[in-house]
């Protein structure tokens, strides 16, 4: 076994969830990741926890999507499942990335809105998100399968203290703040206020790769356009060229260049889908390349994301309303050029790079 995944399977157990004896765990993987699944059992075993391993394979709920009639409840054994879970691992891994692009996003609009609850619990636990390497997400990136297993170690074994201490500037920066504005050539500014919401440093706990400062806009202080010039993957399709008007907070028009009815079933699925629950500044710099995979996109360098739909609770102040929705959402901006952003009116960051960062 490439001794690369031994140290991916510890920094799951160990950083990421901090498993001890006795946790119930679920691993949820597709089987091509046997291979690190195999290497956090082992782990697992040694900890004294108790697993459950769930086969996340994407044939198995498109053959269910479309054989289904867009009448969904919420699945009451799976939420029983995660109510006694302490911890859940979830690995991508990728052997057809468009496995699902069949399915009309009507119909993933219902299952999402089904499965909001269990979404709920899930998140309500210690929980991570990881890749493992597999040749279909290499091929969906354009690497060679090699290229692509480097790309993806360099970036979930990082010195998290060391990224920790850089991405906390910005956190502070952004905690005393009340309002931030970003605007990124002629089609992007938008402002929106953060006052008495939380920063998080995402140093990997939950997400694998981490790398990134998120927060919560207040709900209905959203305006302006957006321009998310670079694309994401979505339900096995491409989504491009995503233009975004926001009003008191609310989408009330958008556009897309490709695939633009995946977005009509995303802003259809709930009214929290129409209002943005998370504004993120991508701070991994190991993370050089786009890949079509937002659990690493969305945390590279030189790059803001925008989430409609959910926020996370720990970012919403007491004070403030939390947005709710079945779909959350990432779409990205590049800010490498032409590029700003402002807290209070004081520039944080220009084309991409920090005020704190020698070469500002």
């Known amino acids: 076994m490439d001794p690369r995944i031994r140290e991916h399977a510890q920094t ?25 699944v195999t ?4 782990l697992l075993g040694d900890r004294g926890a108790n697993v459950v391993a769930m086969d996340a394979n994407p044939r198995f709920t498109r053959a269910f999507l479309r054989a289904g009639d867009d009448d969904y409840e919420t699945p009451a054994h799976v939420l029983a499942l995660y109510e006694e879970t302490d911890v859940i691992i979830r690995v991508r891994g990728e052997t057809n990335a468009t496995e699902q ?48 297993e480097n790309f993806v170690y360099d970036a979930v074994t990082l010195d998290w203290d060391a990224q920790g201490e850089l991405q906390q500037q910005l956190v502070d920066i952004l905690n005393d703040g009340d309002e931030v504005r970003i605007t990124s050539g002629d089609e992007t500014d938008v402002t929106m206020s953060i006052a ?21 806009p207040v709900k209905e ?84 994301h925008m989430a409609v739909g959910s926020a996370y609770p720990e970012t919403v102040g007491a004070e403030n309303e939390l947005n709710e929705s079945a779909e959350h959402v990432d779409m990205i901006v590049d800010m490498s050029e032409d590029s700003v952003i402002e807290v209070d009116g004081e520039v944080v960051q220009r084309n991409g790079t920090f005020v704190f960062e020698d070469e500002f």
């Open 196 to 216: 008495g919401n939380t920063a998080i440093n995402d140093t990997a706990e939950h997400n694998l790769p981490g790398g990134e400062v998120f927060t919560a």
């Open 39 to 42: 290497a956090v059992h082992e």
């Open 12 to 36: 799951i157990v160990d950083h990421s969830t901090s498993v001890e004896a006795g946790d119930n765990v679920v691993v949820s993987a597709p089987a091509v990741a046997e291979d690190l």
């Open 101 to 148: 692009s069949d399915v009309p996003p009507e119909t993933n609009a219902a299952y999402k809105r089904a499965y909001k609850p269990v979404q709920g619990e899930m998140l309500s636990k210690r929980w991570c998100l990881t890749q493992f390497p597999a040749k279909g997400s290499a091929q969906l990136a354009g690497m060679s399968t090699e290229a692509y």
């Open 221 to 304: 202080s959203v305006n302006g356009e957006v321009y998310f010039d670079l694309p994401l993957y979505r339900q096995g399709r491409e989504v491009s060229g995503v233009r975004v008007r926001f009003e008191d907070g609310e989408v009330v028009d958008y556009s897309a260049e490709g695939n633009e009815e995946v977005l009509d079933g995303v802003f259809d699925t709930d009214e929290g889908a129409r209002y943005l629950g998370e504004l993120g500044i991508g701070m991994n710099r190991s993370i050089d390349q786009f890949t079509y995979n937002m659990l690493f996109d969305e945390k590279m360098g030189d790059t803001v």
